[in-house]
């Protein structure tokens, strides 16, 4: 298995950017320390290789965007007001689970790797990184295997943040994917559509039976739960998940092990998280389900959590019963 992570660029700030993501909002306008966040960074993906995985960087884009600031009529930075001088310096392209959405060779009708970037159109300091995260896509998977594929159109019918709101359970080389879309809360809007969704399954050349679709709750967008991988996450046969993620849940949990058995052979392990173990509040804030589970090739798990969830009793207790 490779991984890959996005690397802290030097203009990395907290401007507060993102509506719905509460993480972002709490944050807004605290003095940043790129160069320790970019450090911190190396010494996660060190410890990557340390455990036997094969490790990948996606580097940071260059920051402040010029080319977007003269998209929108300025000739001289100087010109660009703070709040749009902070969305153009982003450092937001770190966070790979936002890149695309990629097929496995194994899952495709074709046998090739599919490859999406995402549109990313629902703030401006994201939209302006498919262009480049395409580039750079591009480079690092090339040849005869991979086919690349333009962004969905940048409209809110396609609105599309990439792999974020996926979740590709597997066995061996054979594996389904979990698809999420969201319905706007009362407070917040939802980031994912159905219909970007729906497209994306038909870039990425799955085969039929290969995936399944759910749609988030309302409940947890307007807790914060801006993407699916802040409510679940999974690896393997494994899929840990908060028991308010999902629309008609206990019938979407049943068809995806009905799905994993028919594809993959073996049981689908679900850990579903109670409200009473953990509060949405509690995930949210925690960024327990943003944690990265990885499986070793000897089958172990190994879950990689937030400084926060040591920090609060119970996400510790759910770590340490995992």
């Known amino acids: 298995m490779i991984n890959f992570d996005g690397l802290v660029g030097p203009t990395h700030n907290y401007a507060g950017l993102s509506f719905g993501n509460i993480a972002s909002t709490e944050h807004g306008e605290e003095i940043s320390n790129p160069k320790a966040a970019a450090l911190q960074g190396l010494l996660k993906m060190e410890l990557l290789l340390d455990?036997?995985?094969?490790?990948?960087?996606?580097?940071?884009?260059?920051?402040?965007?010029?080319?977007?600031?003269?998209?929108?009529?300025?000739?001289?930075?100087?010109?660009?007001?703070?709040?749009?001088?902070?969305a153009l310096s982003s450092s937001s392209s770190m966070w790979c689970a936002n890149a695309a959405s990629i097929s496995a060779s194994s899952d495709t009708v074709d046998g090739k790797v599919h490859i999406v970037p995402a549109n990313l159109l629902t703030f401006f300091h994201r939209s302006i990184e498919p262009k480049k995260t395409a580039r750079y896509l591009k480079e690092i998977f090339n040849g005869t295997l991979f086919t690349h594929h333009h962004p969905l159109p940048s409209?809110?019918?396609?609105?599309?943040?990439?792999?974020?709101?996926?979740i590709r359970l597997f066995s061996d080389e054979r594996g389904i994917t979990l698809f999420v879309h969201g319905k706007a809360g009362r407070l917040y809007p939802a980031r994912q559509t159905l219909e970007a969704t729906e497209a994306l399954i038909r870039l990425l050349h799955l085969k039929e039976g290969q995936f399944l679709i759910a749609q988030q709750t309302a409940e947890a967008i307007d807790a914060g739960v801006f993407h699916n991988d802040v409510i679940a996450m999974g690896c393997g046969n494994l899929l840990i998940v908060?028991?308010?993620?999902?629309?008609?849940?206990?019938?979407?949990?049943?068809?995806?092990?009905?799905?994993?058995?028919?594809?993959?052979?073996?049981?689908?392990?679900?850990?579903?998280?109670?409200?009473?173990?953990?509060?949405?509040?509690?995930?949210?804030?925690?960024?327990?389900?943003?944690?990265?589970?990885?499986?070793?090739?000897?089958?172990?798990?190994?879950?990689?959590?937030?400084?926060?969830?040591?920090?609060?009793?119970?996400?510790?207790?759910?770590?340490?019963?995992?």
Do not use: W
């Open 155 to 166: 409209t809110p019918l396609f609105a599309d943040e990439g792999s974020a709101n996926q």
């Open 51 to 86: 455990l036997g995985f094969t490790q990948g960087i996606i580097p940071p884009q260059l920051r402040p965007d010029l080319y977007s600031l003269h998209d929108i009529g300025y000739s001289n930075i100087d010109e660009a007001d703070p709040k749009l001088l902070a």
């Open 242 to 322: 908060h028991e308010k993620a999902y629309e008609d849940q206990e019938e979407l949990l049943d068809n995806l092990k009905n799905l994993f058995l028919l594809t993959c052979g073996e049981e689908l392990i679900i850990k579903e998280i109670a409200q009473e173990e953990l509060t949405l509040q509690q995930a949210v804030k925690s960024y327990f389900f943003n944690s990265q589970l990885l499986k070793k090739s000897e089958g172990d798990y190994i879950l990689i959590a937030p400084q926060e969830c040591l920090e609060t009793p119970q996400t510790n207790a759910l770590i340490e019963m995992l």
